[in-house]
């Protein structure tokens, strides 16, 4: 009987550990992925750009994207113009423009594109949003082929997206090609500055995009899908673990009197 018990036990704590083992794992694998957030700030300080000045920054050179990205950054413009004119676009192609940001004619709009497998030109215009002149705006840029879909915000505020029509037949294609901010292949660049230009690999959330508008770092924020907070994990883990412990050590213990009892011999 006591080599039954002693197996028993044995048996148990292996079931135990083995437990742990892939619990800690999942928990540190997932965690592991989201640590994986990261930015390049491109332009820290205030940059003059003029219509044929421009800075080109190599595929290499960034955050590595896998199938989401954010673009973050200040702009100050000094004056309108007649035409169309580039303040980002990565891409050596007008068939490769994920993601791309024009100012539009006359009162400097917002003209927001991406491309994607089924169309190069996937985006909108958001005509009333023209910016005034000689004052820094803060905009965000965030794209995600999960969730098929591009968000523009101004000064912390959502105020345009644009998602993929069809969801299980097309997706957003990213590139390696450069990065061009200002001028670029096609288009001259706008008159004015641009600061705290910066390149994340992931999407961020709104509540991030208003972290990074007051100058916070996002990528020390969890978000709702982000990683667990450490505490809660810890608490978590701690619990799992207890509750496990509590109910071997009754389950072991209850078996065991059962089989005492039942060794005792009857006097009758």
């Known amino acids: 009987m ?3 018990n002693n197996n028993m036990i044995i048996n148990y704590y292996y079931f135990y550990y083995l437990v742990i083992i892939i619990f800690s794992n999942s928990i540190s694998v997932f965690c592991q992925k989201q640590e994986q957030r990261t930015y390049r700030e491109l332009i820290t300080e205030p940059t003059i750009f003029t219509p044929e000045y421009n800075r080109i920054i190599g595929h290499a050179e960034l955050p590595v994207v896998k199938n989401e990205l954010s673009i973050t950054l200040k702009i100050y413009l000094e004056n309108h113009g007649p035409e ?6 990565k891409g050596t192609t007008d068939a490769s423009r994920t993601p791309a940001l024009w100012l539009g004619p006359t009162d400097s709009f917002p003209v927001l594109r991406f491309s994607t ?15 005034l002149l000689n004052r820094w705006y803060h905009i965000a840029y965030t794209i995600s082929n999960p969730d098929k879909r591009m968000n523009f915000y101004i ?4 105020v345009g997206s644009s998602s993929i029509t069809y969801i299980q037949g097309q997706s957003i294609l990213f590139n390696d090609g450069p990065l061009y ?10 008159t004015g500055q641009i600061n705290n230009f910066r390149y994340y690999n992931f999407r961020l959330s709104h509540s991030e995009v208003l972290m990074d508008y007051s100058g916070e770092d996002p990528t020390k924020h969890n978000d709702n899908d982000g990683c667990l907070n450490k505490s809660f994990v810890n608490l978590t883990i701690a619990f799992f673990l207890g509750m ?3 109910s071997g050590i009754l389950f072991i213990h209850k078996i065991i009197i059962r089989r005492s009892y039942q060794a005792i011999p009857n006097p009758m």
């Open 181 to 190: 901010i200002g001028r670029h292949f096609g288009y001259k660049g706008f």
């Open 2 to 4: 006591t080599k039954i």
């Open 244 to 246: 496990m412990v509590l």
């Open 155 to 158: 000064d912390g505020e959502w």
């Open 117 to 131: 497998t089924g169309s190069a030109d996937v985006g909108f215009n958001l005509n009333g949003y023209g910016f």
């Open 84 to 89: 169309v004119y580039g303040v980002f676009h």
